[in-house]
């Protein structure tokens, strides 16, 4: 019994290297997109995007949101099962583009999400960008092959599409 318990710990112990050498050998930064199309213009989807106060009502991972200035001089601050990340809205264009960053430096990770809204036949074609950044090197590993790198963005999407019909 107890050789068994010693190949398993050791066993344990060799994969938690192996994912950290893994993941240390990735790259920090990466990126990220998808495009939708969207039967409402610019105007209504940027008005949905940047009313953040509402994102709680559509948003399936977001439990409240709490937001200080306006424009391009928004702090938004999201609630979730995973605790609370703060943007800073850095780019604020009605209704084509929208850019925030987290701000917290003391996350394991950062980087923006770029929102370009483009008309199309009486719609808008939508493009989500991240340019994330994953510091710590286990949260790495998992991002890029466990969870995706798209994973969140396809959840906002999927949201998103959802609030809009």
Do not use: C, K
């Not at 709680?56 to 977001?62: G, K, L, N, Q, T």
């Amino acid at each position: 019994m107890l050789r068994w318990t010693l190949y398993v710990v050791a066993g344990a112990i060799l994969l938690f290297l192996l994912v950290a050498i893994a993941g240390y050998m990735l790259p920090v930064a990466h990126h990220a997109s998808r495009t939708v199309r969207l039967s409402r213009p610019p105007p209504d989807v940027f008005g949905v995007i940047s009313d953040f106060e509402r994102h709680a009502e559509w948003r399936s991972d977001v439990q409240r949101v709490t937001v200080t200035g306006a424009g391009s001089a928004a702090l938004v601050r999201e609630e979730s099962s995973e605790g609370v990340i703060p943007f800073r809205v850095e780019v604020f264009e009605p209704p084509a583009r929208l850019r925030m960053r987290i701000e917290d430096p003391s996350l394991p990770f950062g980087g923006t999400w770029t929102y370009t809204l483009m008309p199309i036949d009486g719609g808008t074609e939508l493009t989500l960008a991240e340019d994330g950044e994953v510091y710590n090197p286990i949260f790495r590993f998992m991002s890029r092959f466990v969870f995706g790198h798209h994973a969140t963005i396809d959840r906002y999407l999927a949201d998103l599409e959802r609030r809009l019909d």
